[in-house]
């Protein structure tokens, strides 16, 4: 916590002006404050043993294509775009379905309540159970927060980005 004093001698044109540059400097530090706060989790790796580090960066068509070769996929086409939130309160299948991101370096835990993006990838190439297969990725920001590969049939098998499940 800090104060601003202000001499209550400065008068006149001279000081207003300074007082108007304190208080735009001022505001210009609080909004700085407040952007560095509010933006999300910083860029990052994440390292999976015995399978090395992938980036979980996510912006571009590029970076998406990129992300998607890390792990042997390509994409076709976007097939679904939604906004989501995590949930407040994990039930026991979300909680199964926490226990497969850890599996690849993630954990949903930190994001109960985040409103988040999910992409929904066809494959190209690449079938589950002569199904087509599709990429699912959480995105918060500019980062990946989890996700799977699935058939989407109901009831069907979740893999990891990996191919792995529980």
């Given amino acids: 916590m800090f104060a601003i004093s202000i001499d209550s001698k400065i008068k006149g044109k001279k000081g207003r002006t300074v007082l108007v540059v304190i208080i735009l400097a001022l505001v210009l530090f609080l909004g700085i404050l407040c952007v560095s706060k509010v933006s999300h989790t910083p860029k990052k790796e994440v390292s999976i043993d015995g399978k090395g580090e992938y980036s979980t960066v996510f912006m571009s068509d590029d970076e998406v294509e990129q992300f998607a070769k890390q792990f042997s996929y390509e994409i076709d086409k976007l097939y679904s775009l939604q906004e989501v939130y995590v949930p407040i309160e994990f039930n026991e299948r979300y909680e199964q ?51 799977h590969i699935s058939n989407q049939s109901e009831g069907g098998e979740v893999y990891t980005f990996f191919g792995e499940t529980l």
């Fill in 97 to 147: 379905y926490n226990e497969l991101q850890k599996k690849q370096g993630f954990d949903l835990e930190p994001y109960k309540g985040e409103k988040c993006r999910l992409y929904i990838y066809q494959l190209k190439d690449y079938t589950i159970e002569d199904k087509t297969a599709y990429m699912s990725v959480i995105v918060l920001g500019e980062n990946v927060i989890g996700g």
